[in-house]
């Protein structure tokens, strides 16, 4: 079992810049792939972007464009989301997620955080 716990969202002005954060606890962390998904009110939630659990491979949905990063610390069990040139429409709830392969469809991914709000302002 693998617990997620998102941090670091907020209000920001467009431009600017946040750096979110999940906490993992498990044993199995290591060996699993990360993703950060997104939800703004009245869309699909949508992969952000994913990463292998070494690190070593990178996923990225349709919507970042190069302005977002992924990373993640094993030692740590933490995975973060580095958010550059924000803009309004990236108003959204932001969800961590854990699952046995990188994916880009939700379904692959078997745990879930509880996903903090990220608010651009114009």
């Known amino acids: 079992q693998v617990q997620l716990v998102e941090s670091g969202g907020g209000l920001v002005q467009a431009g600017g810049s946040l750096r979110l954060s999940c906490a993992g606890s498990g044993r199995d962390f290591s060996s699993l792939a990360m993703a950060w998904f997104r939800q703004a009110p009245g869309k699909e939630r949508e992969l952000v972007q994913a990463?292998?659990?070494?690190?070593?491979?990178?996923y990225n949905g349709d919507s970042v464009s190069g302005r977002f990063t992924i990373s993640r610390d094993n030692a740590k069990n933490t995975v973060h989301l580095q958010m550059s040139i924000l803009k309004p429409e990236d108003t959204a709830v932001y969800y961590c997620?854990?699952?046995?392969?990188?994916?880009?469809?939700?379904?692959?991914?078997?745990?879930w955080g509880q996903g903090t709000q990220v608010t651009v302002s114009s």
């Open positions: 997620a854990a699952g046995p392969n990188l994916d880009s469809d939700l379904k692959g991914y078997h745990y």
């Open positions: 990463i292998s659990w070494s690190g070593s491979t990178t």
